[in-house]
C-alpha cells in the first residue's frame, strides 16, 4: 500500500461497501413499503397526520423536543418498555413510514412518546378536551402538572394578556405561583395548539402483523403503583 | 524563524526542512486557529447553558433561541464542527506535511475551504438556535450550512491529497493516513446524507438508517479518524519514544475503514432484524481496532509514564488516548444487547459522545494545537495560560464524562425495575446530570485562557510583521503576514 491511489481506492472501497450494505440494501428492501390495511378498521396504517398535527411535528423538531423524548418502544427482552406502559407492542420500521423528519431521538430524560396520545384516556373522545388542556398547561409549565419535573417551561408558546371582556374559553387554567396577575389570563399561541394536536396524533398502537397486540401483562402491583388518570392529574406511564 | 521557540526536537519523517513545512502553515495558523477557538468558547459555552437549564424548568426560559433542546445541538455543532473537526483538520494536515516532509501544497484552497468551512458553522449554530434544526441527531444544521462545510472539506481535501502525493520519500506514515481518511470521510458522509435525505419520499426508517449512519461515520470515522491519528502523532513524542508498533496502527486504521461504518444499529431498533444483526456485527468489529489502539498506546506509554505527566500537552495527549480507549469499549458493550437493555437511551451513551468528542478528540487538539501555532508562527504561546487551559479542559471533561456515565447507569438500573415510579426515576439520575455542570462550568472556564494566549500570540505576530514591514521602509508585500508562500 505505498501507493496513494491504492490507499485512495481503499477507504473509498470500504466507506461505499458500508453505504450499500446500511443503507442501499434495506432501501432496497423497505424503502417502498406501502402503508398497510388493517383488518379490524379497513383503514390504512399509518394514517396521514392532520395539517395541523404536521405543523405541530415542526415545532417538535423546531423547539429539540427529541433530544429529550424518544419515540421508539423496543420489543420485551430489550428493556421494560412495555411494562413501563410506553406502548401496547413494539414499534416497527411501518410506524415511521410518513415520519418526515423521523424523530426517533436517542435520551430519554423524559419518558417515550410514541404513544402519548393512548396514554391518556385511551381513545376515549370525551377525554379529549381535558388531554389538550393537561398538555397545554405541561408546555406552559411542567411543574403545574408534574411535581418535581425537570422539562424546560415554554411560556413563550403562550401569551399573558390583559382580560378585556370576561375570560375566555381556551385561557390555561392556572393556580397558585404559576398564575398571571389578576385581570390577566394566559393563552396558548398557534405553535402551542399545533404542538399539542401533534402529541395527540403520536399513537403506534395498531396491531400489526409483524408486531401483534398483545393483551397487557397482568402485573397488578407494577400498574397500580404508575397509574395516574388525568382526573388526578397525571397520565398513567 | 522557527527554530527559536524552544520545542524539544525531534526527528521528522524526511529529516530535514521540518521549519519550511511548519512557515508554510503561517497563514493557516493566523486565519484559521482563532476562529476554531471561538467556536470552542462558544461552543462550550452553549453546553454549558443546556446543562444549567436542566436545574429547572423555568432556567432561561423566556426565549425560544435559549430553549434546551436548541442551545445543546447548537452548542455541540460548535464543538464538533467548529472546533474539534476544524483545528484537528489542520493539525492533522501539518501532521501530514511533516510526514511527508513537505510544504503545504495549495495553501490557498485549505484557506478558502476554512473561511466557507466558518460560515457553515455559523449558519449551522444561528440556525438551530433560529429554529432551524433538521431535528436529525448528529446532523442537526440546516442542510444549507452542511453543504457548505462539504464543499470547504472537498477544499481542503484536495489541498491534503496533494500534499502527501508530493511526498519525496518511499516510506509511508500509517499515521498520516488517518487524515487522508478523515478529509475523504466527511465528504462522503456529508454529501450523502444531503442528497439522500433531502427528498420527501425518504420513508422514516430508511432516514433512520442515513441519518445514523451519516452521524456515526462523522463522528467515528471523521472525528474520531482525526482524533486517532493525532495521537498516534503526539503521544509517541510526548513519551519521547517511537511508536510501538506500525501493524496495530494497520489494523486500527483498516478497521476504521472497513467495520466502523457498519456500526449504526442497536439492539431492538425498529428496522428489518439482518440490517440490526449487521449493524451490531459492525459495533463487535470495530473494537478491534479500538483494542489495536488501546495495546498500540499501552506499549508507546509504556515506561514513560512520569514523562508523558510532566507537560501539559503529555497530560492532554495521555487523557485522550484513555478518553478514545473508553469510548471505544463503551460502545461495544452498549451494542450487546444484555447492557443496551439497561443503559440504552440514559445518560450513558452522552457520557460516551463526551468521552469520544470532548476527550478523545479535543484534548488532543488542545494537546497540538499550542505547539502547531508557535511553530507556524515562530512565536512563544503563554506557557501559563497553556497550562491553566489544559488542567481545567481535563478536569471539566472527566467530571463531564464520569458523572454523565454514573447518571446513565444510576438511570438504567432504576428504569429496569418497572415497579418504580417514572418521576423517581429522572430524580434518581439528576444528581449525576446536575454535578456534570461542574464539569461544563470548568470546562468552559478553561478555554478562557487558551483563547487569551492564541489572541495574544497572534496578534503579537501581527504586530511584528507590520513593524518588519515599516522598518524595512517597504510598502506591504503581504509576505511578512506570510499571505503567500
Redesign the interface.
Known amino acids: ?2 501507493s ?1 491511489p491504492l ?2 481506492l ?3 472501497a ?2 461505499a ?3 450499500w ?3 442501499v440494501a ?2 432496497l ?5 406501502p402503508t398497510v390495511v388493517l383488518k379490524e378498521t379497513g383503514q390504512h396504517y399509518p394514517p396521514t397526520r392532520p395539517g395541523v398535527a404536521q405543523q405541530g411535528a415542526e415545532v ?9 423524548h ?1 419515540q ?1 418502544v ?2 420485551e ?4 418498555d412495555l ?2 406502559g410506553w406502548g401496547p407492542r ?4 411501518q ?17 417515550d412518546l410514541a404513544n402519548i396520545a393512548t396514554r391518556m384516556g385511551s381513545g376515549d373522545s370525551n377525554a379529549q378536551p381535558a388531554m389538550v388542556a393537561y398538555h397545554l398547561k405541561h408546555l406552559y ?3 403545574t402538572v ?11 408558546l403562550f401569551e399573558k394578556r390583559r382580560i378585556v371582556e370576561g375570560p375566555s374559553p381556551d385561557a390555561l387554567k392556572l393556580e397558585g405561583a404559576y398564575a398571571p396577575e389578576a385581570g390577566y389570563e394566559v393563552v396558548p399561541k398557534e405553535e402551542a395548539r399545533v404542538l399539542v394536536a401533534y402529541l395527540l396524533s403520536l399513537k403506534s398502537s395498531a396491531s400489526l402483523v409483524e408486531a401483534p397486540v398483545i393483551p397487557p401483562p397482568t ?1 397488578a ?2 400498574k397500580a ?2 397509574t395516574a388518570s388525568i382526573a388526578t392529574g397525571g397520565p398513567s ?1 | 524563524m522557527t527554530s527559536n521557540v524552544g520545542m524539544p526536537s525531534h526527528t521528522d519523517s524526511a529529516g530535514w526542512a521540518a521549519n519550511e513545512v511548519d512557515a508554510s502553515f503561517r497563514p493557516v495558523a493566523l486565519l484559521l486557529v482563532t476562529k476554531a477557538v471561538l467556536w470552542l468558547v462558544a461552543g462550550s459555552l452553549l453546553t454549558l447553558l443546556a446543562s444549567i ?7 432561561m ?4 433561541w435559549l ?4 442551545v ?2 447548537a452548542g455541540w455543532t460548535a464543538l464538533v464542527f467548529g472546533f474539534a473537526g476544524q483545528a484537528g483538520t489542520l493539525l492533522g494536515l501539518w501532521t501530514l506535511a511533516r510526514a511527508a516532509g513537505q510544504r503545504l501544497q495549495a495553501p490557498g484552497l485549505v484557506l478558502a475551504g476554512g473561511v466557507l468551512w466558518n460560515l457553515g458553522v455559523l449558519a449551522g449554530v444561528v440556525g438551530i438556535l433560529a ?7 448528529g446532523l ?1 444544521m440546516p442542510s444549507g450550512a452542511l453543504a457548505l462545510l462539504t464543499v470547504g472539506a472537498a477544499l481542503t481535501g484536495v489541498a491534503g ?1 496533494k500534499t ?2 508530493a511526498r519525496t520519500t ?1 516510506r ?1 506514515f500509517p499515521s498520516a ?1 488517518f487524515v ?2 478523515g478529509l ?2 466527511f465528504v ?2 456529508a454529501s ?1 446524507a444531503l442528497a ?2 433531502g427528498g ?1 419520499d ?10 445514523r ?1 451519516a452521524g456515526n ?1 462523522l463522528q467515528r ?1 471523521w472525528l474520531g479518524g482525526l482524533a486517532l491519528g493525532l495521537i498516534l502523532f503526539a503521544l509517541p513524542r510526548a513519551a519521547q519514544k517511537p511508536l510501538a508498533s506500525r501493524e496495530l496502527t494497520l489494523i486500527s486504521f ?1 478497521s476504521l ?2 467495520f466502523t ?2 456500526a ?2 442497536l ?6 432484524r439482518w ?1 440490526v444483526s ?2 451490531v456485527a ?1 459495533h463487535t468489529l470495530a473494537a478491534i481496532g479500538v483494542l489495536a489502539a488501546a495495546i498500540n498506546f499501552w506499549k508507546t506509554g509504556e515506561g514513560a509514564v512520569a514523562r508523558l505527566f510532566s507537560t501539559s500537552a503529555g497530560r492532554l495527549v495521555t487523557g485522550a488516548a484513555v478518553a478514545y480507549v473508553v469510548a471505544g469499549t463503551l460502545q461495544y458493550l452498549v451494542s450487546l ?1 444484555v447492557v ?3 443503559v ?4 450513558l ?2 457520557g460516551i459522545d463526551w468521552a469520544l468528542v470532548g476527550g478523545g478528540a479535543i484534548w488532543v487538539v488542545l494537546s497540538v494545537l499550542p505547539e502547531f501555532v508557535e511553530r507556524a508562527t515562530g512565536r512563544r504561546l503563554n506557557p501559563g495560560l497553556l497550562n491553566l487551559n489544559a488542567t481545567l479542559s481535563l478536569v471539566g471533561v472527566g467530571v463531564v464524562v464520569l458523572s454523565l456515565i454514573l447518571a446513565g447507569v444510576i438511570q438504567g438500573m432504576s ?2 425495575n ?6 423517581d426515576t ?2 434518581g439520575s ?1 444528581h449525576g446530570v446536575r454535578l456534570s455542570s461542574l464539569g461544563f462550568l470548568l470546562f468552559f472556564l478553561g478555554q478562557l485562557p487558551l483563547l487569551a494566549a492564541v489572541v495574544g500570540g497572534l496578534t503579537a505576530v501581527a504586530r511584528d510583521a507590520v513593524g518588519a514591514v515599516k522598518s524595512w521602509g517597504l510598502a506591504p508585500t503581504g509576505k511578512g503576514m506570510g499571505a503567500r508562500s
Open positions: 500500500m505505498n496513494t490507499l485512495f481503499g477507504i473509498l470500504g466507506l461497501a458500508s453505504w450494505g446500511m443503507v434495506p432501501k428492501q423497505i424503502g417502498s413499503a417538535y423538531r423546531s423547539l429539540g423536543c427529541n433530544t429529550c424518544s421508539i423496543r420489543p427482552g430489550y428493556g421494560h411494562l413501563r413494539r414499534t416497527v420500521a410506524d415511521y413510514l410518513r415520519d418526515q423528519p423521523i424523530m426517533l431521538g436517542s435520551v430519554r430524560v423524559g419518558p409549565h411542567p411543574r408534574m411535581e418535581g419535573s425537570v422539562m424546560p417551561a415554554y411560556p413563550f402485573n402491583p407494577v403503583a404508575n406511564r | 437549564k436542566l436545574h429547572g424548568p423555568s432556567m426560559s423566556g426565549s425560544a430553549t434546551y433542546g436548541r445543546l445541538p429554529g432551524f434544526s433538521t431535528g436529525r441527531e442537526e491529497w502527501y502525493s518511499a509511508v493516513w487522508l481518511l475523504i470521510a462522503w458522509f450523502a439522500m435525505l420527501a425518504v420513508r422514516g426508517s430508511i432516514q433512520l438508517l442515513i441519518q449512519w461515520g470515522i483498516w475503514v472497513f461504518p457498519w449504526v444499529t439492539p431492538g431498533d425498529p428496522l428489518p440490517v449487521f449493524g459492525g444487547r443496551a437493555s439497561v440504552r437511551f440514559t445518560w451513551p452522552v428504569l429496569s418497572p415497579g418504580k415510579a417514572y418521576m429522572v430524580k439528576m
